[in-house]
C-alpha cells in the first residue's frame, strides 16, 4: 500500500514531481549561498516560500512527516527572514538543510513503497533546538505546550456578543501537519449550512497560524438552526480529534464585587445664629445701602416667555440700563406689529 492518502493516486504524480523539481532549486540554493559565504533575501524568500509549498502539498496527500519537517525548515527562515541581523552557526545551517533536503528527496522516492511513514522527529528537534538558539531561547522539547498563552484566546466571550451565537471548539490531530488548510477546507463546508460569525483565530491566512490552532484549538462562533448537524459535520472532517460545543465560563458565586464608593457623612449642622431684633438692619445691608436690590424678570415686563433669566440690579445705572432695554424691545414689537399688519 503506498503511503499518501487513498484516493489521491491520480495527484501523486503531480506531487512527485512538483516536489522534486522544488527540491532540486532548493539545492541549487544552498550550493551556491554556501560556496558564496552569503545569502541574500532573496534566497532566505525562495527558500521560504519552497518549503511553504511542500509543506502544504504534502498535507493534502497526507505525507505528515514531510509535511512537519517541511515546517520546521519553513519556521527556521521566517526567524532569518524577519530578523536579517541575527546571528547563528552557518555551517551547522546548512548541514541541517541539506539533512532536511535529502530526507524529503528520500521520501518521495519511496512514495509508492508499502511502508510505514519515515520518522523525521529527530531532525525535527534539532531544527527546533537550533531555531531557540538564533532567537536566543534555550533549546527545549517541541513536544511541550504547556506554556500560559496555549490555553485560549483574548476576548473569545465577549459580554455584547449577539444573542443566538454558538461556540464549538474544534481539535486538529497531532498527525495533523496542516490544521490551518483543514480549517479552511472545514468553514467552506460550513458556510453552507449556517452563518459564521467569527473564528479564534481570526486570520487563517498567518503565517502562524498552523501553531496557534494546534496549540489553542479553532473556535468557531455561529448561528444555525442544526446545532446538532453543524457538530456532526465537525467531528467528521479530515484529522479533527474532537470537536465540541462550548459555552461562556459562569461567574463564580463568591467573585468579589466592585467595592462601592464611601458614603459622604452629613454636614455637622452649625450652631444657629443668634437672633436680631426685628427693627434690626442687617450689616451687608447696611454696608451697601447705595444699592438698589430690585429683581426684575424680563417675561413678567415684556410678556416674553422665551426669557426666564432673573437679573438683580445692583445700583442705578443697571436699573436705568435694564429700563432701557426693556424700552427698546417694546419699539421693536410694536415696529413689529405695525409692520405686519401695514403688509
Known amino acids: 500500500m503506498p503511503k499518501f492518502e487513498s484516493g489521491m493516486e491520480n495527484m501523486a504524480d503531480m506531487f512527485v514531481f512538483e516536489t522534486g523539481d522544488l527540491l532540486e532549486k532548493l539545492d541549487e540554493i544552498l550550493m551556491r549561498t554556501e560556496q558564496e559565504d552569503s545569502i541574500s533575501s532573496d534566497d532566505i524568500n525562495e527558500i521560504f516560500r519552497t518549503m511553504h509549498t511542500i509543506k502544504g502539498s504534502a498535507a493534502m496527500m497526507s505525507m505528515h512527516n514531510m509535511s512537519t519537517l517541511a515546517h520546521s525548515v519553513e519556521d ?3 526567524i532569518i527572514r524577519e530578523d536579517p541581523a541575527v546571528k547563528y552557526d552557518k555551517p551547522a545551517l546548512y548541514e541541517l538543510l541539506f539533512s532536511a533536503s535529502d ?9 509508492y513503497d508499502d511502508a510505514p511513514l519515515t520518522d523525521f522527529s529527530e531532525l525535527e528537534n534539532k531544527i527546533h533546538a537550533f531555531a531557540a538558539t538564533m532567537k536566543g531561547q534555550p533549546a527545549t522539547d517541541s513536544s511541550d505546550t504547556s506554556s500560559a498563552d496555549t490555553d485560549t484566546y483574548e476576548g473569545l466571550f465577549p459580554d455584547d456578543e449577539k444573542e443566538g451565537v454558538l461556540t464549538y471548539k474544534v481539535t486538529y490531530s497531532e ?3 496542516m490544521p490551518d488548510m483543514r480549517a479552511l477546507v472545514l468553514l467552506r463546508a460550513l458556510g453552507k449550512m449556517c452563518e459564521v460569525i467569527k473564528t479564534f483565530p481570526e486570520d487563517l491566512d498567518a503565517d502562524n497560524t498552523g501553531d496557534e490552532i494546534s496549540k489553542k484549538g479553532l473556535y468557531i462562533k455561529l448561528i444555525t438552526d442544526d446545532p446538532n448537524g453543524v457538530l456532526d459535520l465537525m467531528k467528521n472532517a479530515v484529522n479533527v480529534d474532537k470537536a465540541e460545543q462550548v459555552k461562556k465560563p459562569e461567574q463564580p458565586a463568591n467573585a468579589a464585587k466592585k467595592p462601592q464608593p464611601a458614603q459622604k457623612s452629613a454636614p455637622e449642622k452649625s450652631a444657629p445664629k ?9 450689616k451687608k445691608h ?14 413678567k415686563l415684556t410678556g416674553h416667555t422665551r426669557i426666564k433669566s432673573v437679573y438683580t440690579c445692583n445700583s442705578v445705572t443697571d436699573f436705568y440700563n435694564i429700563t432701557r432695554f426693556c424700552f427698546a424691545y417694546y419699539i421693536i414689537v410694536i415696529f413689529n406689529s405695525v409692520l405686519y399688519n401695514f403688509a
Open 76 to 78: 527556521l527562515f521566517y
Open 103 to 111: 530526507n524529503l528527496k528520500s521520501e518521495l522516492d519511496s512514495l
Open 175 to 177: 498527525s495533523c501537519a
Open 274 to 282: 443668634p437672633a436680631q431684633p426685628a427693627n434690626a438692619v442687617p
Open 286 to 299: 447696611a454696608e451697601k445701602h447705595e444699592q438698589s436690590m430690585i429683581s426684575v424678570k424680563l417675561d
